[in-house]
């Protein structure tokens, strides 16, 4: 009879337990509902989304409510009752309306609340102070005269009427940032940009694009002068010799194309390889000083008879065929075999290894965005992250990569776009369209 009862005992201990695990794990829980706000919202503009995400493990929500008072009048963003099956998680997503909601620039006060479903009612609540931001910031323009080639590279100083975390200049669908500088004490933005080679045969579109914290966003065009420019179109054989000389170079770099015959080698690499080295390039110019770090006119390689000019179109032949075209976005530079390579201006070293169709390359960033650009190198005589004065050694000429021949392919870039480099060769292009433009008064 005992053995029954201590039997009856336990059984009721353990019903009692799991009932109670399950009340105290559901209805019964004490946890908090979760509030997750996905951005960092500290103002409030005219093209803010609130993402906010609510969550309970437990009994589940119940409501949640977000709402925004200013001048002690609540609005109301969103209100939610989570009814019918348990929801453990959901995530608004409110675009906010300052002009819809009567709202005026100045402090409010964001609230975001939630309630689960257990007895007890738990809630959580983040309360926090924003900034309404509902009027656009003014660009104004300081420098109104623009003269630029295809191709080519332009500096505008614009200055906003107030903070602009982000602002730059689009031409066409490629974005410029800009930089804060400060001109005769006074703040303004920098930003270099370029046109592309074909800007001649297109109606380009430049504009200054300015954003507050507010998100807000104003947009104003910029005058400019297009100078006439053509470029040489050139047909390029390519011999077996050539083929059998570079091809292997990429094959053994890249054990898929063993195999392949040499032709297909190389109209993977002139197509395929040259567009992925581009995007890396593209990818390295993204993070450049945010201050001038070069002065005065960039050297040219000393010596040196240029074999290619920026902007040559190729179209490749082989076998009375065309293979493959492309553009070359750089000056080909040629003196004796494993010439000296000099740093054409001071800077910061932010690549020096190989690169495909580059080879041995290095480049070095030069400040607000400007980059120079050297490949084909035999071997490489600095190192990444390594400060380097203007005249400092870089390395020696060579053929590796995609070259015909012993020579240096010279680039500059701004913005992550190849510009024409004998415009930084140039003092007097300097003076005109750098030095004499920073000579503001606003």
């Known amino acids: ?22 009340f105290f794990a559901t209805s019964g ?25 609510f969550s309970d493990s437990g009994s589940g929500l119940k409501n949640s409510t977000i709402t925004l008072t200013q001048d002690n009048q609540p609005r109301t963003l969103s209100t939610l009752q989570y009814g019918g099956k348990k929801t453990n998680r959901h ?22 609340t939630a309630e689960d479903q257990a007895v007890w009612n738990n809630s959580a609540s983040v309360t926090r102070t924003v900034n309404v931001d509902v009027v656009p910031p003014q660009i104004f323009l300081l420098t109104p005269v623009n003269h630029i080639n295809p191709g080519g590279t332009c500096m505008v100083l614009f200055k906003a009427s107030k903070t602009v ?35 001649a045969l297109e109606k380009t579109q430049i504009k200054i694009y300015v954003q507050d914290q507010g998100g807000n966003e104003t947009v104003q065009s910029v005058p400019y002068l297009l100078i006439k420019k053509k470029f040489r ?25 063993a195999g392949k015959p040499l032709i297909d080698v190389f109209i993977y690499v002139n197509n395929t390889l040259r567009e992925e ?47 493959g075209e492309s553009t070359h976005f750089g000056v080909d530079l040629a003196s004796t075999a494993k010439a000296p390579i000099e740093a054409a ?10 690169l495909g169709i580059y080879g041995n390359m290095v480049m070095i960033d030069h400040g607000y965005g400007l980059f120079s650009h050297y490949a084909h190198l035999s071997n490489i005589s600095v190192k990444s ?58």
């Open 1 to 22: 009879m005992k053995t029954y009862k201590i039997y009856f005992i336990s059984l009721f201990a353990i019903l009692v337990g799991v009932l109670s695990w399950w």
């Open 29 to 53: 829980e004490f946890g908090k509902p979760q509030i997750q706000m996905m951005q960092d919202i500290r103002s409030i503009g005219q093209r803010t989304v609130l993402e906010v995400t």
């Open 91 to 112: 995530a608004v997503s409110i675009p906010v309306d300052p002009v819809a909601l009567k709202l005026h620039d100045g402090p409010a006060v964001l609230t975001i």
């Open 165 to 199: 975390p982000v602002a730059g200049v689009r031409v066409d669908d490629r974005l410029f940032p800009s930089y804060p500088v400060t001109i005769n004490n006074k703040p303004c933005q920098l930003a270099y940009f370029s046109l592309p080679a074909q800007a």
């Open 233 to 257: 179109n050139d047909k390029m054989p390519i011999s077996d010799s050539f083929l059998q000389q570079k091809m292997p170079e990429f094959v053994a770099r890249q054990p898929a194309l």
């Open 277 to 323: 080295n581009f995007r890396a390039i593209q990818t390295i110019c993204q993070k450049s000083a945010p201050r001038q770090l070069w002065e005065g006119t960039f050297l040219r390689m000393k010596d040196a008879a240029p074999m290619a000019q920026f902007g040559d179109h190729r179209t490749y032949i082989y076998a009375g065929k065309n293979i």
């Open 345 to 354: 201006n001071s800077g910061v070293v932010v690549y020096a290894d190989y």
């Open 385 to 442: 992250g390594q400060a380097v004065k203007k005249g400092e050694a870089l390395g020696k000429s060579g053929l590796t990569g995609l070259a015909g021949g012993d020579h240096l392919h010279f680039s500059i870039l701004v913005g992550g776009q190849f510009v024409n480099p004998t415009e930084w060769w140039d003092p007097h292009w300097i003076q005109d369209n750098v030095t004499k433009k920073m000579d503001v008064s606003f």
